[in-house]
Each structure stands twice: as C-alpha cells, then as structure tokens.
C-alpha cells in the first residue's frame, strides 16, 4: 500500500461549480498535511496546510483533515478557469520533515 | 513569499554527458535545499537532502555517485547528472528550508536527454 493515494484524474467541472480534491493516507504519524497547486511545467506552490485535524479556510479554498479516516480534502468554491492545474495533496511527520506527495490530480475548469 | 530560482529552465543533451543544474535562494538563506524528481503524471519524489557545507544525504535508490550535489553556500545548491542516460530525462525540482517552517519550490528544470 502506497503511503499516500490520490486520483490522478482529469477531474473537469464548469466554471462556477464546488471542486472536491482529496487523499488517503496510511502513516498515522503525518502530522502535518499541505495542499500545493502545480501549473503545467512549474513548480510546486503551497496553498494550504493544516495540523492535525480539522478545518482551515482561506478565501476560496478550504482544508480538511480527517486523522481517524486517513483523509484528507481541498475544497474551491466559486471555481475558475485560473484554478485549473494540477494539485497534490502532500504530508510530512513534522513540519521540517520530508514531505511525502501524492501524485497529483489534474483539475480543468471549464468556462 | 521568498523566491527561488532553477536554472537552466530546460536542457537537451546527448546520451553520456553530464549536466549541472542549479538552484538558488535569491532573497533568503537556505540552510537546507532538497532536490526532487517529478516523472509525467508522477508525484514529486526525494532524492537527496542538501545541507550547506556538508555532504548530501540521498533517499534510498538514489545513486550519489550519480547525481551530485554541492550545496557552497547558504543561497546555491547544484545537481550534477554524471553520465545522463534517456531514463533521467524527468523534470528536476529543488525546494529551499527557511527555518522558519516553510519551504519554496523552484519553478524546475526539465532534463531531457537524447
């Protein structure tokens, strides 16, 4: 079992709609758990990241974790075309540690 | 939010040379600068831990003799792919440790190799 899933997609949805993203881990010792958004051909940028569990909101974006399932979700309200990339859910044990990603999942917004 | 820069952005090269990619914090001291590899549709692996002034630590499966890494100072670090076959053509990411708990993406370098 991989440490961290997440569904590669394509993931499509038009302009306007709630975009649900999410992972499945299987280390209990994450502790700290980061959303980044990746365009094509660039790097990594850090959206979110929360600690333990719970919910975090910033602006159109919000985090949740979930330790007891394993799941973790980004959620974006009002999406844009502008949203559209690539986004990997990503976890470490500490927050200095290595950082384990998911693969990735392709989001394309649709005007 | 801090900056760090790769360069070059993109090399072809032929089979058997070697190509040195660089990776700076122009705006910050990094004390720690981590180099990942990233394949299509892959997630980001980790190859090594470069620390200034002190040899890097490589994740296992990664060949050190291979790729080589010199972290001089507190704002560059360098990855050297030694002998580039097809199979390292991959798109080369560094990240950058402020201390200060966050840590900055390079926008990467894509290797391909012919």
């Known amino acids: 079992q991989k440490e961290v899933e997440q569904d590669p997609g394509p993931l499509s949805v038009p302009e306007g709609a709630i975009v649900s993203l999410n992972c499945t881990y299987s280390?209990?010792?994450?502790?700290?758990f980061m959303w980044y958004r990746q365009y094509s051909r660039k790097g990594p940028e850090l959206l979110m990241y929360t600690y333990s569990s719970g919910n975090k909101e910033d602006g159109r974006f919000t985090a949740q974790v979930d330790k007891s399932s394993k799941y973790i979700s980004l959620f974006i309200r009002d999406s844009q075309p502008s949203d559209s990339a690539t986004y990997l859910c990503a976890m470490a044990m500490n927050r200095d540690d290595k950082i384990i990603f998911g693969k990735g999942t392709r989001l394309h917004i649709l005007p | 939010g801090a900056v760090v820069s790769q360069h070059p952005s993109r090399v072809i090269c032929k089979s058997g040379t070697s190509v040195k990619i660089e990776c700076r914090s122009l705006d910050f001291q990094a004390t720690t600068m981590f180099w990942y590899r990233q394949f299509p549709k892959q997630s980001l692996m980790l190859m090594a831990t470069s620390n200034e002034g002190s040899k890097a630590t490589y994740e296992q499966g990664v060949e050190k003799d291979k790729f080589l890494i010199n972290h001089a100072s507190l704002t560059l670090s360098t990855l050297t792919v030694t002998s580039a076959h097809p199979e390292d053509s991959s798109f080369y990411i560094c990240?950058?440790?402020?201390?200060?708990?966050?840590?900055?993406f390079g926008p990467g370098t894509r290797l391909t190799v012919l």
């Open positions: 990240s950058a440790y402020t201390g200060l708990n966050e840590q900055f």
């Open positions: 280390n209990s010792a994450f502790q700290y």
